[in-house]
């Protein structure tokens, strides 16, 4: 069975401020997608980033950006220029390869983002 | 844009009543799935489905079922409601083909069971 934890509850960062958050996983398999989802208060859950576990190169897109680190299993999340509106619940997802079926999500970290 | 919607934002039923969660999804996706969110838990997967009438149990089936008599809709149903249900309850959908796995989510049904 896949396994993915997020070992930080609840976090905090000031605003403009870059924050990181954890995320590992546990699995046997060599081939697989991760992903990090946001779901801000009330509000519908979007997806942030991806990234193969094929591709050597972290993943980024604008402020958000993944230290993907396959040996030790680590898969963070960095937000640069912390804004209000990144306040939300963020999770972690780990999909075994080519099956498109089943993600296995962490528990969510929730980010407050502080003026 | 993928559009997922959920026929209600709140429900509140009583325990024992049958329950039906909807949900549809614009953009042709092939697989659809239904979790339930609960505080400390994360998103646990009840059933998912690959392919109209088809349906695949999660990790947490016990006490639901499901229907997919057309490729854009997705049902859960709750037989007989208990307590232990009251959840958010979220439906995605994805392409599922290769390298398109992400999942789109639905804004939710918070469900309270009386």
């Known amino acids: 069975a896949q396994t993915v934890t997020q070992s930080q509850p609840e976090m905090s960062v000031q605003e403009a401020e870059t924050v990181t958050l954890s995320c590992t996983y546990d699995?046997?398999?060599?081939?697989?997608?991760l992903f990090w989802y946001k779901q801000p208060p009330s509000r519908q859950m979007i997806l942030v980033i991806r990234?193969?576990?094929?591709?050597?190169q972290n993943a980024t897109e604008n402020r958000f950006s993944v230290n993907f680190q396959k040996a030790a299993k680590s898969f963070s999340l960095k937000i640069s220029d912390s804004q209000l509106g990144d306040t939300a619940m963020y999770f972690c997802a780990f999909m075994r390869s080519n099956t498109g079926n089943q993600f296995y999500f962490g528990t969510g970290t929730s980010l407050t983002v502080i003026p | 844009d993928v559009k997922v919607t959920q026929s209600s934002r709140y429900l509140v039923k009583r325990t024992g009543e049958k329950v039906f969660l909807e949900c549809v999804q614009d953009?042709?996706?092939?697989?659809m799935f239904w979790y339930r969110q609960d505080p400390g838990l994360g998103l646990r997967l009840i059933y998912f489905?690959?392919?109209?009438?088809?349906?695949e149990k999660g990790d947490i089936p016990e006490g639901y079922s499901v229907s997919r008599e057309k490729k854009e809709r997705f049902s859960l149903i709750l037989e007989s409601a208990s307590t232990n249900q009251t959840s958010m309850y979220l439906c995605?959908?994805?392409?599922?083909?290769?390298?398109?796995?992400?999942?789109?989510f639905g804004p939710g049904t918070r469900l309270t069971v009386t």
């Open positions: 699995t046997s398999e060599n081939n697989y997608y």
């Open positions: 990234q193969e576990a094929y591709k050597q």
């Open positions: 489905s690959y392919d109209v009438k088809m349906k």
């Open positions: 995605a959908s994805s392409p599922g083909t290769v390298h398109r796995y992400e999942q789109y």
């Open positions: 953009m042709d996706h092939e697989n």
